[in-house]
């Protein structure tokens, strides 16, 4: 009988061991695989005037400013006039109307290009990388100061248009990168997304591009795990003294907090997201502790404005509270500006009004940064 008890003992622990491995290993998935996104999550159910109705879900009723793709074409879509069950009605704030039953994909970035997006001409350029050329798109401004985007993990350049018109409008050149592993860019040796660890390097060698077509200070614009490649670059390039200012929306500020908060997300117990950091590195050689510029804060610290959504549920906003009282402790000005509304990199997409306000000011110097919200 005490065998049996001991094999069946035996049994259950060799389970959970496979379960939490398998959690681990499933957590690190999250943070550091490839991932091509497809389309379609939603269908036109109906259109009248200049609304449509479509199939509802979270985000398709989702207050704000925001896209509807389908067959190479585009709307930008207002806030919601009107709810059923299992629809949702939209204006149409520019765009064609799709016609019924056409499947589309609903979401927060702009679609395409900066000439489909908002109709303003760019060049396409070659960033030279160490792993080989990286498209880059150029739109061209006045004057010595560029702004250069830098997207999130498994996004697209695309998302960083939203604040292409402000920049446009106060004549700044802009440079949206792309990195390794993304789509027309060449891929990591190993396959894998470093998290920010290797990425800010793609971000070096398309600052030394730029000053090779007249650039001489920069405007760093991050967006999710594109804000900890920016932190890494003002971390550890010898470019670094060249960037004046940094915009920040919705960064990883800190991997490890941001590992917690997706094993939340999954309902997987705390010890998993520590698990899911070992393998990480194990599998990318990535010291995930230095990747938190909370701890680690970077050498060189220019003005910040630093934007986040209260309710993200992919980078808690604690990381933003984290980083600005290490910013007051070390005398690096951020201006904090949370958002009460909005999911992960929404904060544009639920107010754009203030948040193009807040871009523009802080561009054009009329806005100081402060610690604090």
Known sequence: MASVKWWAASAVLVLVVVAAGAGAWYGSDQSIKVVRHGTGNTRVLAVQGGTV??????????????????????????????????????????????SVGTPGHFGNVPPGDPKVAWGIDYTEIMVPTELGPAPAWYVPGDGTTWVVAVHGQNGRRKAELKILPVVHELGLPFLDITYRNDEGAPPSPDGLLHLGDAEWRDLEAALRHATTMGARRFILYGTSMGGQIVGQFLGRSPLADVVDRVIMDAPMIDVRMTEEQGARNAGLPAFVAWSAGLVTEWRTGVDTDRLSLIRHPPRVRPPLLLIHTVPDAEHPIQEAYDLVATGARLGWPIRFEPFERGGHTEAWNVDRARYDRLVRDFLSGRSGARSGG
């Open 53 to 98: 109705t479509l199939a509802r879900t979270p985000q398709a009723a989702a207050p704000g400013t925001y896209w509807l793709e389908w067959s190479g074409a585009h709307s930008m879509l207002g806030d919601v006039v009107s709810e059923a069950p299992g629809r949702v009605t939209r204006e149409v704030l520019r765009g064609p109307i799709p």
